[in-house]
């Protein structure tokens, strides 16, 4: 039930890793890749120091991973992205004449001697439209270039999936499961071990919580197709009527 496609995203900033300012790019990966049926696979939250940056994007292009990458884009000097895209690929940097295009249609001559910047890229890359200031992001082998800010990074991400990967696309999942009142995950491991075997197209989770006021609870269930996840809905609920656990439905992702 895995999607074939591998998403991963890059989100880049020391003041995300500060925690001065909170991530949205996740939740917001998941809103666009989930109705198209794919999933993030994995995120990685980087530092801007370069040669860390390099590092980690040389073994990103070496994958066959589509990369969504958010942050250090723009002009400032804290703004390393390019230069370390372009490093790791060993190619360079240089400016893109529909980028020029588009910054000087947006700032005119206030697009120099700073704003020009953004749009010098590593060699070859193609742009990606910005639909909120006209500010291209940039991709290169698989790998996609966006701002940091939330607002521009999710039509644009959207362009990508749209303009790209259409063909990758699948029927979306959805999630089921209910919520477990006082109970404990090592009372359910065995349930679960048989659960996996008798569904093997499904994604069994089980996540446990400790409330404020010590109420132990367990959210268990299914992610799939809907065909398939009813009946491991039903499996799951028969369980815990058979255990007489006290239980309510979860709500989730459709």
Same mark, same amino acid.
């Not at 006082?182 to 499904?202: A, C, D, I």
């Not at 989770?205 to 959210?219: G, Q, W």
């Given at each position: 039930?895995?999607?074939?496609?591998?998403?991963?995203?890059?989100?880049?900033?020391?003041?995300?890793?500060?925690? %001065?300012? #909170?991530?949205?790019?996740?939740?917001?990966?998941?809103?666009?890749?989930?109705?198209?049926?794919?999933?993030?696979?994995?995120? %990685?939250?980087?530092?801007?120091?370069?040669? +860390?940056?390099?590092?980690?994007?040389?073994?990103?292009?070496?994958?066959?991973?589509?990369?969504?990458? +958010?942050?250090?884009?723009?002009?400032?000097?804290?703004?390393?992205?390019?230069?370390?895209?372009?490093?790791?690929?060993?190619?360079?940097?240089?400016?893109?004449?529909?980028?020029?295009?588009?910054?000087?249609?947006?700032?005119?001559?206030?697009?120099?001697?700073?704003?020009?910047?953004?749009?010098?890229?590593?060699?070859?890359?193609?742009?990606?439209?910005?639909?909120?200031?006209?500010?291209?992001?940039?991709?290169?082998?698989?790998? $996609?270039?966006?701002?940091?800010?939330?607002?521009?990074?999710?039509?644009?991400?959207?362009?990508?999936?749209?303009? $790209? $990967?259409?063909?990758?696309?699948?029927?979306?999942?959805?999630?089921?499961?209910?919520?477990?009142?006082?109970?404990?995950?090592?009372?359910?491991?065995?349930?679960?071990?048989?659960?996996?075997?008798?569904?093997?197209?499904?994604?069994?989770?089980?996540?446990?919580?400790?409330?404020?006021?010590?109420?132990?609870?367990?959210?268990?269930?299914?992610?799939? +197709?809907?065909?398939?996840?009813?009946?491991?809905? #039903?499996?799951?609920?028969?369980?815990?009527? %058979?255990?007489?656990?006290?239980?309510?439905?979860?709500?989730?992702? %459709?």
């Amino acid at each position: 039930m895995q999607a074939t496609l591998r998403v991963g995203l890059i989100i880049i900033g020391d003041e995300i890793l500060s925690g %001065k300012r #909170q991530d949205k790019h996740l939740m917001q990966a998941n809103t666009l890749l989930r109705p198209r049926g794919l999933a993030v696979s994995w995120v %990685k939250i980087l530092s801007d120091e370069p040669t +860390f940056l390099t590092q980690e994007f040389k073994q990103s292009f070496a994958s066959d991973d589509v990369v969504f990458c +958010f942050g250090g884009i723009g002009a400032t000097p804290d703004d390393r992205t390019r230069q370390c895209a372009a490093e790791a690929l060993g190619v360079p940097i240089e400016r893109h004449p529909e980028a020029v295009k588009e910054i000087e249609a947006q700032f005119g001559e206030q697009a120099y001697p700073q704003r020009i910047h953004m749009a010098e890229y590593p060699k070859g890359a193609a742009i990606i439209p910005n639909f909120y200031n006209r500010v291209p992001g940039f991709s290169i082998r698989n790998h $996609y270039f966006m701002p940091g800010f939330p607002m521009m990074a999710k039509p644009m991400m959207e362009w990508v999936l749209d303009t $790209y $990967y259409q063909q990758a696309c699948q029927n979306p999942t959805i999630e089921k499961g209910i919520k477990i009142i006082n109970g404990q995950e090592s009372e359910w491991v065995e349930f679960m071990e048989q659960f996996e075997t008798q569904f093997p197209q499904l994604r069994l989770f089980s996540l446990p919580s400790i409330l404020d006021d010590e109420t132990r609870t367990i959210d268990l269930g299914v992610e799939g +197709f809907a065909d398939d996840v009813e009946l491991g809905y #039903q499996a799951i609920m028969e369980e815990a009527q %058979k255990r007489q656990a006290e239980w309510q439905p979860l709500t989730l992702f %459709k």
